[in-house]
């Protein structure tokens, strides 16, 4: 009902900055939020950055903040993570999500590899 399409992943030196995209396409009309989570290997996925398309501030996990920020598109139903001051912990695959009025992360996307070298 729902796809999810990633872009922007890459590799780039610790320091450096990168910006990834996605859009969203289908069954969108009752979108309330979109987000992003990441997973490195060996580990949980985590909570990055989420923000609400009714309003509101959008959040962040502590490990991002002041360095990650995330933009919306209510039109396109898209969601951008800028990122800046990468630092080789963030090296992760990246997904995008999207939740619906009262469900929470219904939808996920294929992933978006991020690299961060030293």
């Known amino acids: 009902q729902v796809q999810l399409t990633e872009s922007g992943g890459g590799l780039v030196q610790a320091g450096g900055s990168l910006k990834l995209s996605c859009a969203a396409s289908g069954r969108t009309a009752t979108t309330s939020a979109m987000g992003w989570f990441r997973q490195a290997p060996g580990k949980e996925r985590e909570f990055v950055a989420a923000i609400r398309w009714a309003g509101g501030g959008p959040e962040y996990a502590d490990s991002v903040k002041g360095r990650f920020t995330i933009a919306r598109d209510i039109s396109g139903v898209s969601a951008y993570l800028q990122m800046y001051s990468l630092n080789v912990d963030d090296t992760a695959v990246y997904y995008c999500?999207?939740?619906?009025?009262?469900?929470?992360?219904?939808?996920w996307g294929q992933g978006t590899q991020v690299t961060v070298s030293s």
């Open positions: 999500a999207i939740a619906f009025r009262g469900r929470s992360w219904t939808y």
